[in-house]
């Protein structure tokens, strides 16, 4: 199976996450989104993969070849159609059928398996596409010819519905469920790491090699923690939690939130709700809000609008290389943009873009 991997675009909406990153690139419990979505194939013939943000760092990820597979990359503005994205790759296909994926998803290898079984037929969920679509020789022909758009092409395929998992990635907060859905199927305990007396660990989880749980400690699956860590002493670290490579958590509480690579909280502080950047430092007392009191469901402002989230909790959006002096308080909601930093006590009641 021929794979054209859809991973040029910005993402705008899920930023602060994806100001310096296409969506492909965040991680899913230590993959990539689309090193995750192409693990899913038994058998890959080629994978295209359009380019056009970042692209540097998608090639440097990728390399030439993925699972025995060529990697073969076609540039294209982050701002094109569908239209000219079919026709900028038709050079590289010789009439026949292929699969198409956008990278701003994650797909589970249940359902790309249904649907690369079955030519001529797209992923749904609740009667929605999701951008996976099995694409025949003629299907590509109708775009390239100009007889019918996408849109056309891809509301004539056949509905796969999906059966296991599809998570859209168009929101910050959905890229935190992402993680939370695939963290809560995880089964047993796979501990590669140096475990102290004294620690606890409850319930699944996974811990990667080189970290290390220092005495006192308590973890509280499911919960994925990568290479590399420290955690504690006197962490704790609550359910639904998913820890990049490299992190450093000392007297930190952690819930239903993703920490990004390179992370670092040495003292007392906390999150939950939230997704905090790569290589981000959390200052002595730095506090994520997450609860409105009147218990109803928050709002946050993407790209210049008031977006409802449909969460009744929901916590702080940090992008990478944030340092937040001690005493820093978020507001739920609030996103800092990669680089910036707070006073010391501050409290962010708005969005920090510089």
């Known amino acids: 199976m021929k794979v054209i991997c859809h991973a040029a675009g910005k993402s705008i909406e899920c930023h602060p996450h994806t100001i310096n990153r296409p969506a492909a690139l965040l991680k899913a419990l230590g993959q990539t989104v689309i090193q995750h979505n192409l693990s899913a194939f038994e058998s890959l013939d080629e994978i295209i993969i359009l380019k056009g943000f970042e692209a540097d760092k998608i090639c440097e990820l990728m390399g030439d070849e993925f699972k025995g597979a060529k990697v073969t990359y076609v540039d294209i503005a982050p701002e094109s159609s569908l239209e000219d994205c079919f026709k900028a790759f038709a050079g590289n296909l010789n009439d026949e059928d ?4 956008i990278c701003e998803a ?6 790309i398996e249904a649907v690369t079984a079955k030519p001529g037929t797209r992923l749904v969920k609740d009667g929605q ?3 996976l679509l099995h694409m025949t020789a003629q299907c590509h022909a109708d775009i390239i010819s100009g ?3 996408v849109k056309d092409v891809a509301a004539a395929l056949k509905p796969v519905e999906v059966q296991d998992y ?3 990635l168009k929101y910050p907060w959905n890229y935190l469920e992402a993680n939370v859905e695939l963290v809560r199927r995880l089964e047993g305990q796979n501990i590669l790491a140096e475990v102290e007396t004294g620690a606890t660990i409850k319930g699944p989880v996974f811990i990667g090699r080189d970290t290390l749980i220092k005495a006192n400690s308590y973890i509280e699956g499911p919960v994925f923690i990568d290479e590399d860590c420290v955690i504690g002493p006197f962490a704790y670290i609550r359910k639904d939690t998913v820890i990049g490579k490299g992190v450093q958590l000392g007297r930190m509480e952690v819930f239903d939130s993703v920490l990004m690579d390179g992370f670092t909280s040495k003292h007392v502080s906390y999150a939950a709700h939230s997704v905090i950047g790569e290589n981000t430092n959390f200052g002595a007392g730095t506090i994520t809000a997450d609860y409105r009191h009147d218990g109803g469901n928050h709002t946050t402002i993407v790209n ?5 989230t449909g969460r009744r909790k929901l916590g702080a959006f940090i992008g990478d290389n944030v340092h937040t002096a001690i005493g820093t308080l978020l507001y739920p909601g609030r996103k800092m943009w990669p680089g910036t930093s707070s006073l010391p006590g501050e409290v962010v009641m708005k969005d920090k873009l510089e």
């Open 98 to 101: 292929y699969l198409f994926m």
């Open 106 to 111: 994650v797909f589970s290898p249940v359902d």
């Open 129 to 131: 596409g999701c951008c």
């Open 147 to 149: 007889n019918k758009t």
């Open 166 to 168: 599809w998570f859209s």
């Open 304 to 308: 210049g609008d008031k977006v409802e």
